[in-house]
């Protein structure tokens, strides 16, 4: 693998600005009103709890990096972040072991499978391959700093909060209905664990796992989360640092590259940012330098992403210039003399 931190190198970034207050905050509630009658998708339910969730719900918020934010719909309603939290906690424990080291341990290539597929597992002689698949996630939730589950809980939900900028609360009755539901990740943690990929018990990380897919989030608080990761780790409502620019860069690749899992190249096709989903609704999209949007609908497509979720992202992606593949024909700059 390249390795692209060259030491004594200052490294540059690519950013650029959003349009005026009042056009992004006119782009985000029509990206609400042209897909709210959208009725394509089916709420999840092979977690028994999310079964309950209203469908007709829809919301969507942009923070910019300048800690501007813009809601509409049901950007406060609450849901448990589910899949997304796999981004973040990543994110954490890149800020414990590094660059070179997270490469190793957990990966970062696509498997091309489902989220909770075993034989990928198998196929890659028990390497996760990357952190946004449950076997990925199981081994970077393991990694996590703490001498217990419940220290490592700990960091997690204080970790979790900072990047939302408030104490996020965990929903006791999602996690114990995911609790009683989870064979499969057990079945894949103790996979792990046969290949030295776990060195925790693995019943024991699975638990901490679903906690950290229980804690309770809103379009807004997933909005200020991806603003936080676009921003170099500042989060810009609190103006407090929260991980560094470097594992930032690092966690936004593995998005780009995994956030959709074996539908991440179709969603970069469209949408051209990286993002992450989650089976209760949510979806996290990150432009770089720009800002962070969330949105929620519970209707899903058969991939397990938000469906009006992802028509308001590729709207906005492309009425707010975010795409980070898009570019113009260079214009000669007679000042530079050519």
Same mark, same amino acid.
């Given at each position: ?110 498997? %091309?499978?489902?989220?909770? /597929? ?159 989903? %989650?089976?209760? %609704? ?34 906005? /992606?492309?009425?707010? %210039? ?17």
């Amino acid at each position: 693998m390249v390795n692209s931190n060259v030491e004594g190198v200052e490294q540059s970034v690519s950013t650029g600005t959003l349009p005026g207050w009042e056009q992004v905050d006119s782009l985000v509630a029509a990206s609400h009103d042209r897909n709210r009658g959208c009725k394509d998708g089916a709420v999840a339910d092979y977690i028994p709890v999310l079964a309950q969730a209203d469908p007709e719900l829809f919301g969507v918020c942009v923070v910019e990096v300048d800690g501007g934010v813009h809601v509409t719909g049901d950007a406060d309603v609450e849901f448990s972040i589910q899949s997304i939290s796999k981004a973040f906690v990543y994110a954490l424990v890149c800020e414990e072991f590094g660059h070179a080291a997270m490469a190793d341990l957990v990966g970062v290539n696509n498997t %091309g499978l489902a989220f909770n /597929s075993v034989i990928a597992i198998e196929l890659n002689d028990g390497h996760p391959m990357n952190p946004m698949v449950n076997a990925g996630a199981l081994a970077t939730t393991a990694l996590m700093p703490g001498s217990a589950p419940d220290k490592q809980w700990d960091a997690i939900h204080s970790g979790l909060s900072a990047f939302a900028g408030r104490d996020l609360v965990l929903d006791e009755v999602v996690y114990r209905s995911e609790a009683v539901t989870n064979t499969r990740n057990r079945a894949i943690a103790r996979l792990l664990e046969s290949y030295g990929r776990i060195g925790r018990d693995p019943l024991e990380v699975v638990d901490v796992y679903t906690k950290q897919c229980s804690l309770r989030v809103s379009a807004r608080d997933l909005a200020i989360m991806g603003a936080t990761l676009a921003d170099g780790g500042v989060n810009p409502v609190t103006g407090k640092r929260v991980v560094s620019a470097e594992v930032c860069r690092d966690t936004l690749a593995v998005l780009a590259a995994n956030g959709l899992y074996e539908r991440s190249g179709e969603w970069l096709f469209e949408i051209g940012l990286p993002g992450k989903s %989650g089976v209760s %609704g949510g979806l996290l999209t990150v432009s770089p330098g720009k800002a962070g949007i969330g949105a929620f609908s519970p209707r899903l497509d058969p991939a397990g992403n938000s469906v009006r979720g992802q028509q308001a992202t590729a709207y906005l /992606s492309r009425v707010l %210039g975010l795409n980070i593949f898009a570019s113009q024909a260079y214009a000669p700059n007679e000042s530079r003399g050519y």
